[in-house]
């Protein structure tokens, strides 16, 4: 790390994992994981089970609410985390998708490659300032 320059990202290392559940489940997970030979499980001081179908309930109510706010077509890249890829030019797909973000799979690692493959950034975007 003491070579690299200030404005290189620094990825995130593709063996991590979450998950996400009830305790029940989760803590079987962490379980066998461990016997598997996982080298640590450590259990997330959150609020809800993100991005599972627990969350329905959530994703319905803001759905719904999202019906009455007016969305703005981005003017630099946003990406998403339920498909991995920038936001689509509608309103209403724009909506969906931060409905569904509740309920679905964070697509990091694949947003991660795709930022970084899709060319060389314009300088509004965050990775020409990132300095970690």
Same mark, same amino acid.
Request: charged share 15%.
């Given at each position: 790390m003491a070579n690299r320059k200030p404005s290189q990202p620094i990825l995130l290392s593709y063996q991590g994992r979450v998950v996400s559940g009830h305790m029940s489940a989760l803590a079987l997970v962490a379980t066998a994981a461990t016997a598997a030979g996982a080298l640590k499980t450590n259990m997330l001081a959150v609020a809800g089970a993100f991005?599972?179908? /627990?969350m329905s309930p959530a994703s319905d109510a803001l759905a719904k609410a999202l019906e009455d706010v007016a969305i703005a077509m981005p003017r630099i890249p946003i990406f998403s985390n339920v498909t991995a890829r920038p936001l689509p030019?509608?309103? !209403?797909?724009?909506?969906s998708l931060l409905a569904r973000q509740l309920v679905e799979p964070v697509m990091w690692e694949a947003t991660l490659q795709n930022i970084l493959s899709a060319g060389e950034p314009n300088n509004? !975007?965050?990775?020409?300032? /990132?300095?970690?």
């Amino acid at each position: 790390m003491a070579n690299r320059k200030p404005s290189q990202p620094i990825l995130l290392s593709y063996q991590g994992r979450v998950v996400s559940g009830h305790m029940s489940a989760l803590a079987l997970v962490a379980t066998a994981a461990t016997a598997a030979g996982a080298l640590k499980t450590n259990m997330l001081a959150v609020a809800g089970a993100f991005h599972t179908s /627990l969350m329905s309930p959530a994703s319905d109510a803001l759905a719904k609410a999202l019906e009455d706010v007016a969305i703005a077509m981005p003017r630099i890249p946003i990406f998403s985390n339920v498909t991995a890829r920038p936001l689509p030019s509608s309103a !209403a797909e724009i909506r969906s998708l931060l409905a569904r973000q509740l309920v679905e799979p964070v697509m990091w690692e694949a947003t991660l490659q795709n930022i970084l493959s899709a060319g060389e950034p314009n300088n509004n !975007a965050p990775w020409t300032t /990132l300095d970690v």
